[in-house]
């Protein structure tokens, strides 16, 4: 009966765009890498197990077709099972007999696996996000918005979109509803969200460009507000940040992290404290402050563009000692500023003390550097990687891993790093070496010493980019993408000869890549090396430069100038490190000597 058959088995589109390729004569083991995934298809698992699926799919939607197709197309199918002893098919005649028998179509549900209905290299990386079903698939781009594929390895807006579009072409057999918000366009192109008005009923959280006070909590009549005219030009409390934060817009860095922890405040004042910022006194400053230790679920969400209306201050429930002492600190600065600048009257932060924080007996976590021996062996199979043609990925991260493991760089020094800072030297001994001139932490300007290995790695880099890295006139920065994505923001960046450098988020995803594929390729990892790779980190590299300085009798003054510490007792923690090492492999060699007498 049809009926049976329709309960005992049911396709879905990709069984059917399995079947198209069986009927065009593809082998049955294409098929299964093209079209499935073992982990969710059983019958995928050899191409004999393939073939059976497929024959056995299509015997049964045959028999669909007789019992439901037209009189011509049943006489059609009965007449090549009698010839051939099975239907013998063309493309055009199974477009027919998948039309006879959609009902044999199965709909999707929210508690199907991912690899039941997009193809294995989209299921694979899904899953590797922690989306196993169409549920945790509908719930991650709820939570995410526009932006969700961003964090999906190989998911672009092209294909995100048809994703998307897809969920909600089958909201009512899933059953879960695709919020409105998950943009089908391209998130980076969007227009600019509205201005949201803060401070009346029903209060809503946003980025501080994206705010506007309403009157009653604007400031401008805030009870803490200087009674004499101020320095700068702020009618209200949003202007008075806004003018603070301009102080540091040539430090990206320290502008992002003072623009945080002022924003967050702003939005607890007047959503939370229902108060002004220039009227908060000690008690709302002591409010807060505790309110850093577990802020509120309203203000907690998944990183989130700052367009979003998903977007929310806190990407975790809880911060650290070390983060609620960086907010107070920071706020106390800011609020110092704008009594200074006469905006305030007074700071009540002054009268705040600092959050308790243990303090650590050593800040630097140099035991993620890599053993000089596995240092040695991550060296030389990324050089072989390299040397392979095509290799494009593996040549940067060849060149980023010698930047920072050679020249002791900070991740943001390599994404700043250029061509116009980088020059030849000649040392007294005649040694050819490259100097490369950084801007540091606070600001501060240092060369440091290239090796010849790590300039020619760039060079190759620079040979997959279609540059010359030997010209007089070479400009730009020295590690740059080679792939521009296919967005407008991104190509007007990139346009003409303007290339722009790495992100320095980026720098940690490649050197992520970097650490799962040797994690796989390198051979017989001692225990001690496994865990050393599983922990590597654009600053591990950092770290590992400075305990093999500190190994070789490298000065410590000089060490101190290369890395660019303030403090030469910061520098002196490799050396206590060295030393603790060949304390320990001293030890190793006294407790063997001791076990064979």
């Known amino acids: 009966m049809p009926e049976q058959l329709h309960l005992q088995r049911q396709f879905s589109a990709k069984d059917f765009a399995a079947l198209r390729a069986f009927v065009q004569r593809l082998p049955p083991a294409t098929i299964a890498r093209t079209y499935y995934d ?48 099975s239907a013998n098919l063309t493309a055009g005649a199974l477009k027919m007999v998948e039309e006879a028998a959609r009902l044999a179509v199965a709909t999707p549900a929210a508690t199907h696996g991912i690899g039941m209905w997009f193809r294995p290299m989209v299921a694979r990386h899904l899953k590797g996000r922690g989306i196993a079903t169409l549920g945790d698939l509908v719930a991650y781009c709820n939570a995410r918005g526009g932006s969700w594929w961003r964090s999906v390895a190989r998911i672009g807006p092209g294909r995100a979109r048809r994703i998307v579009a897809w969920l909600r072409r089958h909201e009512a057999s899933i059953g879960l509803h695709v919020e409105a ?3 089908l366009a391209d998130p980076l192109v969007a227009a600019d969200a509205d201005i949201i ?11 501080l460009e994206r705010i506007a006070l309403r009157e ?16 700068f030009q702020a009618h209200d409390d949003l202007a008075a940040i806004r003018a603070y934060l301009h102080l540091y817009r040539d430090q990206p860095k320290t502008l992002r992290a003072y623009t945080k922890e002022l924003e967050r405040f702003l939005l607890w004042a007047v959503t939370v404290r229902g108060k002004a910022l220039s009227s908060l006194l000690v008690d709302d400053c002591e409010a807060y402050k505790d ?22 201050p806190f990407a975790a429930d809880s911060l650290s000692p070390e983060s609620q002492l960086y907010a107070v600190r920071a706020l106390r600065a800011a609020f110092t500023w704008l009594v200074d600048a ?34 040695n062996d991550v060296r030389a199979h990324v050089r072989l990687r390299s040397t392979t043609p095509g290799n494009h990925h593996w040549r940067i991260v060849h060149a980023l891993m010698l930047l920072l493991g050679d020249s002791g760089l900070r991740r943001e020094e390599a994404a700043g790093a250029r061509r116009e800072a980088l020059h030849p030297v000649v040392a007294d001994d005649g040694t050819e070496l490259w100097a490369l001139r950084v801007i540091g932490k606070r600001r501060r300007e240092r060369t440091v010493p290239v090796s010849p290995e790590t300039v020619e790695a760039i060079r190759a880099h620079w040979r997959d980019r279609g540059e010359d890295f030997d010209t007089p006139a070479a400009a730009g920065p020295l590690l740059s993408p080679l792939v521009i994505p296919n ?41 001690a090396a496994h865990a050393a790779l599983v922990h590597m980190s654009p600053h591990a590299f950092r770290h590992t430069f400075g305990t093999l300085a500190a190994a070789s009798d490298v000065p410590i003054d000089v060490v101190q100038k290369v ?6 007792q910061t520098t002196s923690i490799y050396v206590q490190a060295e030393q603790r090492r060949v304390m320990r492999e001293i030890g190793l060699m006294y407790v063997k000597r001791a076990a064979s007498e």
């Open 563 to 568: 890395l660019g510490h303030q403090s030469v």
């Open 291 to 312: 309110f850093l230790k577990l802020p509120s679920p309203a203000f907690v969400g998944p990183r989130a563009p700052r367009s979003s209306r998903r977007w929310r």
């Open 181 to 183: 918000d998950v943009d």
């Open 197 to 207: 008005a803060i401070g009346g009923a029903g209060a809503q959280i946003a980025p």
């Open 342 to 375: 006469r905006y305030l009257a007074g700071n009540p932060w002054k009268l705040v003390r600092d959050p308790v924080t243990v303090e650590r007996e050593v800040t630097l976590q140099v035991e993620r550097a890599l053993p000089e021996a596995l240092w």
């Open 216 to 231: 009653v909590l604007n400031g401008s009549k805030g009870i803490n507000r200087a009674a004499g005219f101020p320095f």
């Open 38 to 85: 073992p982990d969710d298809d059983e019958h995928a698992s050899t191409p004999g197990a393939m073939e059976r699926y497929l024959r056995g799919m299509l015997a049964t939607l045959v028999d669909l077709a007789i019992e439901h197709g037209s009189t011509v197309l049943a006489d059609h199918l009965k007449t090549s099972i009698r010839r051939h002893g």
């Open 487 to 527: 967005t407008q923001t991104a190509r007007r960046k990139h346009e003409g000869d303007h290339r722009m450098p790495y992100y320095t988020n980026a720098l940690n995803r490649l050197i992520d890549w970097l650490r799962r594929r040797l994690l796989v390729e390198l051979e017989t990892l001692t225990p």
